[in-house]
């Protein structure tokens, strides 16, 4: 609207100019090169209007010629990006689908229209990846190293190269390379320090942990858990030579973490070995109310040393009356009062669970008590028959595998915090059913902060041995070899009557016991070696 009104106001005044030159007549002269030449002013004005438009004409006539190359080449170009653009849709696609043959017709065009340009690259690295060529992959990878916008990119596809080929040393240096360059690289800072845990390496892992919560990589609450299980995992190495280092790392984890089991336990027994029995008893009970565990009971029995077995047992039944009517509050009183051979209240605290449905544990427990109590082997063997068909206690588990102890990451794939006390699904090799050739550990040899790493099994159980022939009983000897706990720690506790009891009771439900099916034994010295 406002053109068509700005049209009309231009040819009004045209109009109002020509009638005003028309009132007005006038002559103009000429003299040029002896040439008079005399027009009129109207003829003048409309000879000078056509000068002007024939002068436009040529002018654009002459700026389309001299544009005509470059449009033709820009032209050219739109068409051949446009094709590049649409293989590239039609690749990302196919890959998209799963389809091989399509990703890598399309990323052929893609290159050869696109060149190293780095949605090509990706293109190409992952079309290759599809069908499997890793070298191939590698090269387009390699490639996306050379510009700055695409180098991380590069780093990120040339680390999953060298994971899936299973080459540590490759994958810790391209994510150390991402760091170098930008330290909130999220795979990056992740990869190193599940690298560093999986090593055992807990000081560097430590410092990762600690950057990848400056960087909001992780949030606080989750930072807090990883950092306790990795202060006692750290504790647990310094226990037996620098004992009142490892108490400070404990109390901090502990802090962190008052639910992490490991935390509170240790502790609480290097506040005992130090003296502070005080200490020591308030945060086992406090661990004890959040959630039962054997291992509290453990502590807190012997959180005074020199105590006697009537001692313990006190203190085990004062632990117990804080959770009413737990099971494991009543396991542990029946084997302290085992311990000092009161068979009554042994009896009376595994009483209420004996008409239910009771776990190996308490049935092992009942076999020792009959048979203390009375040298009644029968009932003990019946006992341990049905021990073989009753429920399975808790027990430590990570990723499958069933272990004596805890420790900070699992044995078969190097996760922090992966263990769990549940009762397992089923009954799984433990970590001596591997082959000697077998490697628990999910990285080979590599430097990750620290020092060069050594890894070794987590855990390493001993074979049960066989009982005497003389007696039908293993030896106190032969029990201090079951189960040889990891840490320091459990390696005093170990020397205790109490641990070599649970060791025993290991023993009589070993899984292969040929009473199992309810067949009963053949004998005396049979159903002992079960």
């Known amino acids: 609207m406002i053109r068509v009104l700005l049209f009309f106001i231009i040819v009004g005044i045209v109009a109002i100019g020509a009638a005003w030159l028309a009132d007005r007549p006038g002559d103009l002269v000429l003299t040029w090169l002896g040439y008079r030449i005399e027009l009129s002013l109207m003829a003048a004005a409309i000879l000078l209007a056509i000068v002007l438009i024939v002068s436009v004409f040529v002018w654009s006539l002459i700026r389309s010629l001299a544009g005509t190359p470059g449009a033709l080449g820009g032209f050219l170009r739109n068409r051949r990006t446009e094709k590049g653009f649409d293989a590239l849709t039609r690749g990302m696609i196919a890959i998209g689908s799963g389809d091989a043959q399509a990703a890598s017709r399309y990323s052929t065009i893609a290159d050869r229209v696109m060149g190293d340009q780095p949605l090509a690259l990706l293109l190409r690295a992952q079309a290759a990846q599809l069908k499997g060529d890793q070298k191939a992959a590698k090269k387009a990878f390699d490639a996306m190293l050379g510009a700055p916008e695409t180098e991380n990119l590069g780093l990120r596809g040339l680390f999953i190269e060298a994971e899936r080929q299973k080459d540590a040393g490759a994958m810790l240096n391209f994510a150390e390379q991402a760091l170098e360059r930008n330290r909130a690289v999220g795979w990056a800072a992740t990869a190193l320090f599940e690298m560093q845990c999986a090593a055992r390496k807990w000081r560097a892992a430590l410092e990762t942990l600690a950057e990848n919560h400056r960087h909001g990589l992780i949030d606080k609450q989750q930072q807090r858990r990883w950092r306790a299980v990795l202060l006692t995992g750290l504790a647990v190495e310094l226990e037996q030579d620098d004992s009142d280092q490892a108490l400070i790392l404990a109390e901090e984890a502990y802090g962190l973490a008052p639910d992490l ?93 004996i008409a239910t449905r009771p776990s190996q544990q308490v049935c092992t427990l009942m076999a020792e008590i009959d048979e203390g109590e009375h040298g009644d082997r029968g009932r003990a063997r019946e006992w341990l028959s049905r021990g073989m068909r009753a429920a399975r206690d808790p027990v430590w588990t990570a990723d499958g595998l069933v272990v004596q102890s805890w420790a900070p990451v699992s044995p078969i794939s190097g996760r922090l915090d992966a263990f769990e006390w549940k009762v397992p699904v089923e009954r799984l090799a433990g970590v001596d059913d ?48 079951i189960d040889e706990p990891a840490s320091p720690s459990a390696r005093k506790k ?28 053949e004998d005396e010295d049979a159903a002992l070696k079960s």
């Open 494 to 521: 170990a020397k205790t009557t109490g641990r070599n009891r649970a060791a025993k009771r290991k023993v009589a439900v070993a899984p292969d016991d040929p009473g199992a099916d309810g067949s009963g034994f």
């Open 261 to 353: 089991v490991p935390a509170s336990v240790l502790t609480g027994t290097l506040l005992g070995a130090v003296g502070n029995v005080r200490k020591a008893t308030r945060i086992l009970e406090k661990a004890w109310k959040a959630g039962p565990h054997p291992e509290i009971a453990e502590a807190y029995a012997n959180v005074r040393v020199g105590d006697s077995v009537r001692d313990r047992l006190k203190r085990v039944i004062n632990l117990a009356q804080k959770t009413p009517d737990s099971l494991e509050g009543a396991i542990a009183i029946a084997g302290a009062a085992i311990d000092a051979l009161d068979w009554k209240e042994a009896r009376e605290a595994l009483e209420p669970f």
């Open 434 to 481: 591997f082959d000697d050739d077998d490697s628990l550990e999910p990285f080979p040899d590599l430097d990750v902060g620290d020092e060069a790493l050594d890894l070794t099994p987590l855990e390493e159980v001993s074979e049960v041995p066989e009982p005497s022939e003389t007696t039908g009983e293993i030896s106190a000897e032969q029990l201090e070899e």
